[in-house]
């Protein structure tokens, strides 16, 4: 297709630090979308974008408090516009309301005030539990939430107008909480991913414990009908799905936790399942035999709070998963757990950092990130990352290990960071890919998690 030369410029402005190559490398977005339109995105676009990196230089970092909202590790609710504006979008716990924190300014932020709260949208019934954004690079932000009595909901938001357009209901059995108290944060229920083609691919767990997959076209503010695919094999609670489209190829790789319903704990695994780009699924793998936490929160109303799989897949097709380990010789939980599968099978590493529902990320130079909370039983942390009211973070380097986890962002007072992020991540529409940024949130404790403050991150 062929697109105006002008919407060419905010790319190179940003791609002329990088490297001097990179300047030309054409790389093209579309036009602000019509109402009712849809794209679709070339993979070679997409794989040149990622491609046009450089060797990574220390940049700043920020950690800036926006307003109300949470997070969640398996979606991906930071995105990158191509006219370098940072959007988030999250759900709060106990409310059926989906908020937007926009950036204002171009660049990379660093103060709160270049972000300012934009339009919400109400979902039909029910409260918002987790919510993911899917960028086409162009024009519009795909918005989905799960709710507490089992909508899966598409709220289309356009870049342009800042404004969403109508919601459309994708499915109405997913996952339901036990009861009404509304604590929400980590119990995520869905995830979604557009490829290549401009499809969205969604996967949640049903209110009969089962991952479903769904691919959706969207035209004329409707979508397609879905014809389910059951990811998983049963017999046992299947929940956490986290999706991911490879840059290399456009398939599809779903990952989830399966807790069997007998003797679940030590005997819970993170699986994974990969869709070709022809529709056809492959076997069951077992990313790794590590356990992940299983349990319930306190109020019985939360799946598996503090785990669920965070997943992405490298400009060189390999796939990375992070989770966190049930209960171990420490007589703790929630150590770090890193697992990649470069095309023969997955291999797994423990680090020797402690966390919750920590999420994985990339930058520049083939760089990988960690990102959680800190833990008691960390021994590979700065000591400020063994308090769990603290925001810490990893780096493994290219061709090296994973480092020492540093601290982000500290606590004070009241003030915990005792919660989840969320990394920006895409194979399509991914801008600023050298960059890692992220959504994470506090809490206050005289609030708790009922009132979770919103947060932009970024890495130096």
Not at 362 to 372: C, E, H, K, P, T
């Amino acid at each position: 297709m062929t697109l105006p030369q002008d919407d060419t410029r905010p790319w190179r402005r940003r791609l002329a630090g990088l490297v001097a190559a990179a300047a030309a490398i054409l790389l093209v977005a579309g036009p602000i979308l019509a109402a009712g339109s849809t794209t679709t995105f070339l993979p070679a676009l997409a794989k040149n974008y990622a491609a046009a990196t450089a060797t990574y230089q220390p940049g700043s970092s920020a950690a800036l408090a926006l307003g109300a909202g949470h997070a969640d590790a398996s979606p991906h609710q930071l995105i990158r516009t191509n006219d370098d504006r940072a959007i988030l979008f999250a759900g709060k716990m106990a409310n059926n309301v989906v908020r937007v924190y926009r950036q204002v300014t171009t660049g990379l932020p660093t103060s709160p005030t270049e972000f300012s709260a934009g339009a919400t949208v109400t979902v039909p019934s029910g409260n918002v539990i987790a919510v993911d954004a899917a960028y086409d690079g162009v024009g519009l932000v795909y918005v989905v939430a799960n709710t507490s009595n089992g909508g899966i909901y598409l709220m289309p938001y356009e870049v342009g107008s800042g404004q969403f357009r109508a919601t459309l209901t994708l499915a109405s059995d997913g996952g339901q909480l036990v009861n009404g108290s509304g604590l929400y944060a980590g119990t995520e229920g869905l995830a979604m991913a557009l490829d290549f083609s401009g499809v969205l691919h969604v996967a949640y767990w049903t209110n009969g414990y089962r991952i479903r997959h769904c691919t959706y076209t969207y035209t004329n503010n409707q979508v397609s009908t879905c014809n389910p695919f059951t990811v998983d094999a049963g017999g046992a609670q299947a929940t956490h799905p986290a999706v991911a489209i490879s840059p290399v190829d456009g398939a599809l790789t779903v990952a989830w936790q399966s807790d069997p319903t007998t003797n679940p704990g030590l005997n819970s695994r993170v699986l994974a399942r990969r869709r070709g780009t022809d529709g056809s699924w492959g076997t069951i793998e077992t990313v790794s035999t590590v356990p992940p936490y299983y349990g319930r929160g306190s109020n019985g109303n939360e799946i598996n709070v503090d785990t669920g799989p965070s997943l992405l897949i490298t400009t060189d097709g390999v796939r990375h998963l992070v989770f966190n380990q049930h209960f171990d010789a420490t007589g703790d939980y929630g150590r770090v757990i890193y697992v990649r599968n470069s095309g023969s099978g997955w291999v797994t590493t423990s680090l020797n950092w402690y966390s919750h529902a920590s999420v994985i990320a990339s930058g520049s130079g083939g760089r990988l990130a960690i990102i959680g909370h800190g833990g008691s039983k960390s021994t590979n942390a700065v000591d400020a990352c063994k308090n769990n009211r603290n925001m810490c973070y990893s780096i493994l380097p290219a061709g090296g290990s994973w480092g020492q986890a540093q601290l982000f962002a500290q606590y004070s007072g009241d003030l915990s960071y005792d919660g989840s992020p969320s990394a920006k991540w895409s194979a399509v529409g991914h801008y600023r890919p050298e960059t890692i940024e992220f959504a994470y949130f506090s809490i206050r404790d005289s609030t708790g998690y009922f009132a979770p403050t919103l947060h932009y991150g970024r890495l130096p």
